[in-house]
């Protein structure tokens, strides 16, 4: 794709011939501009890169290559704009690149409302999973599957009712583990929930619930028949908060909530004055203030505050036979009712159908999105678990993106590249036999697939601390969260420090102990009411540029953004260069005050989430680790001539996973 000076040189014919032609002392100083920008882009040192390609462009301002890279640069500068105005630049010269004019149509495409105006999606099915199929041991997979959960890997958990057992297929329909149990097995399992590093699963025929370890294992029951608070008469659905666990008890009409130790603590349901009390209750989502239940009597979907008290009733009457619920991120929940889907918005009380052409099964006991954005079903009479796609999706393809090559330890090459869909979404789960990887336009044999972004625990964090001058009052609050980071990160390369004051560089050393840090956050010096937040949130997530971990900018504030906070960056640059570089934003409030819009913007856009020091933070490290991804590596041995670090190598990465490919390139020099 890109021309090296060596390249160049071989057009020149030998002998006298060569000396009677003048040297194209321009082009050469503009291959030599690119090669510079080219390694510094895949060290991640972008500013570097973009004055090295605007250097090359000087020499010779008609250079497609240096145009093309230059692009890259801005974009993962979160420079969209200017990267889309180069690209097309290039694309109005002439240059057929199907790669880069399928790119710039997706770019193009999410930075319109297409998303927002499009008509509701149709769902085509993407693979069908019967229960009856054998494993390689001969065994039956499942039977009469009642519960699905996803997985952040994009797999998922079948709770299978009429076989007694629980399965963990990944995201193409494979089983991945049989849960052993134990000895005595389970009976009638209902439901499994994954809270913490353990497993719940209800089991309808004991009365109990169970809990498993990582391994599958049973560790504890508790529960047992009666009517007794804390006992059951039919367990079904489960849903946590993050701090209790809640039970559908069918036979005792209510819902009982449990520490994860399964110790009792309150039941609810019960009629009170506006409220008869639930009759059926079915499937059950939790979000941190709000229980919603399913009630199969009521035909309705009921919400309850974490004290069980009855807040509103939603769709009364409107359902045939509701099962499952899940809470999905804008709010709206997902309700399974017998052989249909709905969508129910709490806000409004209003329910649209899943898809009004069809039925989605004959007995739909559960239902979810999962994490690559597809429909799973189980279907509890026919023994199937359905997976549908977004049929936009299918049609347009996977958007592949390698984000760079790493040779620091050449010949074997890294390729860095993130999978999402048409819309930004990562696609995850994906295994080395869905990539085809070629160099210089030769199929490589077997490379090997040595990073997944959803297998990977590993975790990085910047913190940036609000400096506006009314944080002089917050110092408590700020002490304990940078203390709590500093922790938590002591054993993990420490973190950096970065005031949104007047001065964004690093106020610590990496490896800085809890006082230090403490200290450097709350210095009375760095308060002002013009602070660079624009700069220092690109400082912070530069220092974490390019390692693979899961990786986070940690605002603490006190929900303020200082006045001239984006003179440098705008919002969406800012937004733009956290999401192009796999980079999150989360928030950190010290007094629970209102947030700013501004981080709102940036929360949503990457995947971060508000938290509060004045409740636990330490649940922040799993949802760091939960985070779906879409970032992979792969590792190869080069077979290209390095030619002295002067030859542009190219390397080209096909994704191929059901009816849906991608497709993409890039160049790097082997180092001199």
Known sequence: MKLGLLSLLLLVPLG???????????????????REGVVAFHNGQYSRALLAFEKALVAKPESVVARTWLGEALYSSGLVEQALNEWNHVLRSGVKNDILTSWVEVLSARRSLDRETQTPERYIPLY??????????????????????????GGYLVAGFG????????????????????????????????WGDHYYVSEFLTDQISILDKTGLRTKTFGSKGRA???????????SDGASLFVSDWGNSRVQKFDSEGNFLLSFGLPVVGFDGLKNPTGLAASESTIYVADKAWKAVLAFDMNGNWLATYAKGR??????????????????????????????????????????????????????????????????????????????????????????NYPDVRVDFTVEDRWGRPVTGLKATNFVLSESGKKLVAPTLSFQGYRSQETEAALVIDRDPS???????????????????????????????????PQNQRLSGISENQNAAVNPATLTQSGQFDLAVRQAASSMIPSLKRRTVVYITGGTVPRAG?????????????????????VVSVNDAPLAQE???LMDTTGGKAWSVKKDLRPFEGALVNRVSGLYSLTYKSITPSEAGTRSIPVTLEVQNFKQSGRDELNYYAPQ
């Open 16 to 34: 006298m011939a060569a000396q009677t032609k003048n040297l194209d002392y321009d082009q050469v100083r503009s291959d030599e501009a690119v």
């Open 128 to 153: 069908e999973l019967s229960g009856k199929a054998k494993d390689a041991q001969g065994r039956t997979l499942f039977l009469r599957p009642s519960a699905i959960r996803t997985l952040p890997d």
């Open 163 to 194: 076989s007694g057992n629980v399965v963990q297929m990944d995201s193409g329909g494979n089983l991945v583990k049989r849960f052993t149990v134990g000895v005595a097995g389970l009976r009638a399992p209902f439901d499994i929930l994954t």
């Open 229 to 239: 608070e804390g006992k059951f008469l039919g367990p079904q659905f489960l849903a």
């Open 319 to 408: 359902l045939t036979a509701p099962e499952s619920l899940q809470l999905l991120h804008d709010g709206r929940l997902l309700v399974s009712d017998h052989s249909k889907i709905w969508f129910l918005d709490p806000a409004t009380d209003t329910l649209s159908p899943f898809d009004p052409e069809w039925n989605q099964g004959l007995l739909v006991t559960s239902a979810a999105i999962d994490a690559n954005n597809n429909l799973v079903i189980s279907d509890f009479d026919d023994n199937k678990i359905r997976v549908l796609a977004e049929g936009q999706t299918i049609y347009s393809g996977m958007v592949v993106r390698i984000q760079r090559l790493g040779t620091e």
């Open 471 to 505: 944080m002089a009052r917050e110092e408590a609050g700020i002490r304990e969260a940078t203390g709590y980071f500093t922790q938590a990160w002591s054993d993990r390369g420490g973190i950096w420090l970065y005031s949104a004051g007047t001065n964004p560089l």
């Open 566 to 586: 984006f003179s440098r960056y705008n919002l969406t640059e800012t937004a733009a260069f956290l999401r192009n570089n796999g980079i999150q934003f989360d």
């Open 599 to 601: 981080l709102q913007y």
